[in-house]
């Protein structure tokens, strides 16, 4: 049995003949299937997936102040665009605001973006 290296590998892989799935016929209301089940099965991975406030989330109980701020903020623009996600960033901020020792800067900017929360 002979050994190929690497690049003939590739090359052959490269210069193979398309997929035999390309060239079979598939009517359309199979495409249509196939589409619709794996639209469905986006949607049912999307439910599962972390939400994005999460990770910046964390960065909440960070010691600097532009991070921190960087966090409330960002938390607040992702709470307007998308409205599910709104009762849970204003609990997260709520309770940030309560356990976190913030300096007095820090307590009114993030007063000041609760209350843009809650306006919108």
Not at 4 to 14: H, R
């Amino acid at each position: 049995m002979k050994k190929l290296s690497f690049f003939k590998k590739l090359l052959q892989t490269i210069s193979a003949p398309a997929d035999k799935s390309q060239n079979s016929n598939l009517s359309a209301k199979d495409a249509a299937s196939l589409q619709q089940n794996y639209i469905e099965n986006l949607n049912k991975k999307s439910d599962l997936l972390t939400p994005p406030y999460v990770e910046i989330a964390k960065q909440l109980s960070n010691p600097k102040d532009e991070i921190f701020r960087a966090a409330v903020y960002y938390l607040v623009q992702i709470a307007c665009n998308e409205p599910r996600y709104v009762s849970s960033i204003n609990s997260i901020l709520q309770q940030c605001r309560k356990k976190n020792k913030l300096s007095a800067e820090n307590k009114l900017f993030l007063d000041e973006q609760l209350k843009n929360l809650s306006v919108k």
